[in-house]
């Protein structure tokens, strides 16, 4: 082993032979270094030594220690396997398992202390206890076997160090010692938030998933096919077990680069909707006003009939396409050629445009490339952590998990968030912004930088547009003004400033709170200005700006050209060598004029010009914000085709549904939110006749006439990496050889750029460009007749439109959208907790049920979107961010009534 983080590597001799551990090594890593095993039934590589099992015992120079808790000190000699240490482990496991349940040792248990037990040589027999301390079978996907629990405490241990949520404690004397939920009651109602960590650490199955997946862990398993997660942006590597053509379990890689041994409810065990019996299985086509069971070819036929017809009638630009950040790129790539070779029109969108549109537009004004501008590995290693607009606790758990443990480990942390919600609980300043006053916020902490001299000069100086002009708007941005704007006190503002100003390393990580606004991108612009003023961006001297991106691959949707003005790999569409560059490998013209973005689809299609709109993996009946007005769209167009896995709000309005397999069935790659290239592997086959979307757009093009190329999901990777020069490095084969590569990439050897702007910024000037835009108020104002504002945003449990999650045991953990509120507001309109509620804007109408907390200001309410029958897209409005379109999902006017 080499050096670590600069540490010198110190030499131990382990059985007599000599071996090169990092400084601050255990024995027991030094032991494993050497090739010797060593029963640890305390020991998890990913949390803290304990040294309470004693079953790792070694003779280090001559004195017997446990080897987990004992540092490797330099030139030690350690002896691992004389007979008396062997006998010594042998008596101190057998003391273990003695008082445990003969069930401990069944002869194809698969736990740790099963098989250190059978290493050993000792049987079943050595099981004598007679249990007696029940169960807790109360939660979905953690069931407690209290006579198994050996009180090792890695369970514990995970639960704080690694999740964060210490849920878990040891409680009892003695050999009564047993785990349970802190919370005192059942597992299911404690602060479980179901990442499985105890399950995975469990070494004797006392903490289990219930089901075919019981008694597997990363570290012990069957063969298993490795593939990234499909739910949200983080890329969690995930390790898929199957049996019989099913999924048994979902364990997460421990060598995984994002997730490093760890998931979250949903990428562990959200993947009970794969056998649902409500997955669509054959393509339906709409007849007498009713979705009927067809074969493929009449399914594509009639698509086929009716986009030539949209065509015919109104030319090319009459067809639409709305790809999905929920598919593979390799999809995203053939749907947007799709619609540029075979139909002509730039007329195609993802739902980037409703979530971070507003990064990609503003990270590339500011820095020249859209995404974030560093690798979260670095972000992790920061001092202060400025988390805005983002609760990663529940929408991106991992990532949450990690910067969680920063703080634990010393790092400041200010949040900027309306809800004292996740990591709010733990800043050492939590800004509570008025919602949509984001960047009057991020003025205010500008002005202070500024003027309390914590901006960088050399680097302003040298790497900076636009400092002169923002120093003049700041002017009117002091402490007092922005208190008044964003209702953030003006201490507490100072207080952000300084830590933000003073640490060594700050890094900026956001969310949709930044975003989803009339003005996200001068939000993300005006962000963005905080790290450039303190120099942390492009340098050594922090870790930048980085969106948390949402679904699993939302960024590689964008970066595969699934937009209307930019081609794979960011080359704008009036850019005529852009556009050369395709034209040469696709063999046509490809249209100059940017297409439709999701709303004007929508605008489109009502008006009429719009005549066929394809509609992939995206729930925009549900999710897309003025559901009423949505639907009008979809009923106004002549032909609407959806690719789904279920009978979504979408698909149920469609005239022609077909079925596609997700995320678990299919090869490919996703773009995480660090920008790696991940790969996807199918671990199952889909239901039925369900088809990739891959398969789906190639065989459409086939009926058109068209041979789109690309037979395999390899080869349209390969295609995108000849056109574009920032993915030209990038294949299938490398990835799976070498694991997960950033973009940009240029060529084979490339290693890909986790950090970006070391040397210039991507801009045309090469420098970073400060941005001097006034605050503007947000697109609603609660009035008498609409009081209150309405945030949406997520809940741990469900998964946007909850199509997956919905159908599963997440269902059991929460089963429908309520509408947090304050105790004042609760009292103020008479509203009791659990009461059922209609909650109306002036767009719509919702029905959710109230839960009175603290968690929302007075004045402000919350809600999720995951139940679409709740109809919360109903009230949101159709206001949008001026530069890109993204709807303005944070900020609606709604009062309150009883249903
Ligand atoms: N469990 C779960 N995980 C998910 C998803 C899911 O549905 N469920 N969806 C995925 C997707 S698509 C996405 S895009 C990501 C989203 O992940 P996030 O961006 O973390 O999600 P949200 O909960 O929508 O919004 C984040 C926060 O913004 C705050 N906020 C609202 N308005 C403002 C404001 O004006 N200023 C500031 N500073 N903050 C504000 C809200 O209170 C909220 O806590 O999550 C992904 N992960
Ligand atoms: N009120 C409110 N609304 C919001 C938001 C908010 O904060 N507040 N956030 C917005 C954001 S950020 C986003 S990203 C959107 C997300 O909105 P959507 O993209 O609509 O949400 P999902 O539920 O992730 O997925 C859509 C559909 O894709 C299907 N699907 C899953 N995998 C595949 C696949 O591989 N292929 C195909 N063809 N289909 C598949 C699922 O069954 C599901 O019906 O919601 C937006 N809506
Ligand atoms: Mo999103």
């Known amino acids: ?197 105890c399950v995975d650490t469990c070494p004797t199955g006392a903490i289990s998933e219930p089901g075919p997946g019981r008694g597997l862990t990363s570290a012990h398993r069957p063969a298993a096919t490795r593939t990234t997660c499909g739910y949200c942006g983080v890329g969690c590597s995930l390790d898929v077990v199957t049996s019989d053509g099913e999924v048994r379990a979902v364990l997460p890689a421990r060598d995984g680069p994002v997730n490093q041994g760890h998931a979250c409810v949903k990428g562990r065990f959200a993947h009970g909707y794969l056998t649902s019996p409500e997955r669509l299985t054959r393509p339906l086509l709409r007849r007498d006003g009713r979705l009927e069971p067809v074969g493929w ?84 290693r920061a001092d202060c952590l400025l988390v805005v607009g983002a609760n990663p606790v529940e929408a991106h758990p991992v990532v949450g998990a990690r910067l969680m443990r920063r703080v634990l480990r010393g790092a400041k942390l200010v949040v900027a968030d309306p809800r004292a919600v996740g990591l709010a609980l733990h800043a050492d300043v939590h800004l509570r912004p008025r919602p949509g006053t984001n960047v009057a916020l991020f003025h205010g902490l500008a002005h202070v930088l500024l003027a ?119 080359g704008k569409v009036t850019d005529p060598a852009a556009r050369a560059r395709v034209e040469a490998a696709w063999g046509v013209r490809v249209p100059e004029r940017p297409g439709l973005r999701i709303p004007d689809m929508f605008a489109a299609a009502r008006a009429g010009a719009l005549r066929a709109l394809w509609v992939i993996g995206e729930d925009v009946c549900a999710t897309d914000p003025d559901a009423n007005q949505v639907a009008r769209a979809l009923e106004a167009c002549p032909l609407v085709v959806c690719n789904e896995v279920f009978l979504s709000e979408t698909a149920r309005r469609a005239d022609v549904v077909l079925p596609v397999a997700s995320w678990l069935e299919k090869d490919g790659t996703f773009v995480n939110f660090d920008r790696r290239f991940q790969r996807v592997r199918p671990a199952v086959s889909p239901p039925g006749e369900a088809r990739s979307d891959f398969d789906v757009v190639r065989a459409l093009a086939d009926v058109m006439g068209v041979d789109l190329g690309c037979p395999t999901p390899a080869d349209a990777l390969a295609e995108c990496a000849r056109v574009t020069p920032v993915f030209a490095g990038l294949s299938h084969d490398r990835l799976d050889r070498e694991g997960d590569v950033p973009w940009p990439c240029p060529d084979p050897d490339h290693p ?110 919350f809600c999720s979107f995951h139940f679409p029958a709740s109809g919360v897209n109903r009230l949101t409005s159709d206001h949008a961010d001026t530069v890109t379109s993204c709807p303005e999902y944070k900020v609606t006017a709604v009062r309150v009534g009883a249903p």
């Open 752 to 861: 890909g750029e986790a950090k970006l702007y070391k040397e210039r910024f991507a801009t045309p000037d090469g420098r970073a460009h400060l941005t001097a835009a006034p605050y503007l108020p947000p697109g609603e104002q609660p009035d008498d007749d609409y009081p209150l504002v309405l945030v949406t945003g997520r809940r741990w449990a469900h998964y946007n439109s909850g199509s997956m999650t919905r159908r599963g045991g997440n269902l059991a953990l929460d089963p429908i959208d309520f509408l947090d509120l304050h105790p004042d507001d609760a009292l103020r309109y008479g509203v009791r907790d659990g009461a059922q509620l209609t909650v109306e804007s002036r767009h719509g109408e919702a029905r959710l049920v109230a839960r009175v907390s603290e968690q929302t200001a007075p004045g402000q309410v």
């Open 452 to 570: 309390e001299g914590l901006a960088d000069e050399g680097f302003l100086r040298e790497r900076v547009t636009g400092l002169p002009e923002l120093t003049e708007l700041l002017e009117d941005y002091p402490p007092d003004r922005v208190a008044a704007i964003t209702e953030v006190p003006a201490a507490d503002l100072i207080a952000a400033a300084r830590l933000y100003g003073r640490a060594l390393r700050p890094a900026i990580v956001y969310g949709l709170g930044v975003t989803e606004h009339l003005h996200g991108t001068d939000g993300v612009r005006s962000l963005a200005n905080l790290a450039i003023l303190r120099g942390a961006v492009g340098t050594d001297r922090g870790y930048g700006v980085n969106p948390l991106r949402g679904q699993n691959n939302v960024q590689g949707a964008s970066d595969m050209g699934a937009l209307p003005d930019l081609l794979p790999g960011y």
């Open 297 to 380: 070819d009449e399914a594509l036929g009639r698509v086929a009939r009716g986009m030539r017809a949209a065509v015919a009638a109104g030319g090319a630009d009459a067809v639409a396409a709305i790809s999905s950040a929920r598919a593979t790129n390799e999809e995203n790539y053939l749907v947007q050629k799709f619609l540029r070779v075979v139909i002509g029109t730039n007329n195609v969108d993802n739902c980037s445009r409703l979530c971070h549109s507003p990064s990609a537009a503003g990270l590339t004004a500011s820095f020249g490339l859209s995404g974030g501008t560093d690798s979260f590995d670095d972000v992790e």
């Open 1 to 197: 082993m080499g050096a670590v983080n600069g540490t010198e590597p110190l030499r131990v001799e382990i059985g007599g032979i000599d071996v090169e551990v990092p400084e601050g090594a255990s024995l027991l890593a030094a032991v494993r270094a050497a090739g010797a095993e060593l029963p640890a039934l305390c020991s998890d590589d990913r949390l803290s030594p304990a040294g309470s099992c004693r079953t790792c015992l070694v003779r280090a120079d001559g004195r017997i220690v446990a080897a987990c808790v004992t540092p490797a000190a330099p030139g030690v000699r350690v002896e691992t396997d004389t007979d008396d240490l062997r006998q010594l482990r042998r008596d101190t496991v057998e003391l273990i398992t003695s008082a445990l349940p003969s069930r401990a040792l069944t002869e194809d248990n698969p736990s740790e202390l099963a098989q250190v037990c059978r290493s050993l040589g000792l049987g079943p027999e050595t099981a004598q206890g007679t249990g007696g301390r029940g169960e807790d079978v109360s939660h979905p996907y953690v069931h407690l076997d209290r006579d198994l629990c050996i009180a090792c405490g890695r369970c514990v241990r995970m639960c704080a160090e690694v999740q964060g949520t210490f849920a878990l404690t040891l409680t009892g004397r003695g050999a009564d010692t047993v785990v349970a939920p802190g919370t005192g009651g059942p597992w299911a109602e404690s602060d479980c938030v179901a990442c499985g960590g």
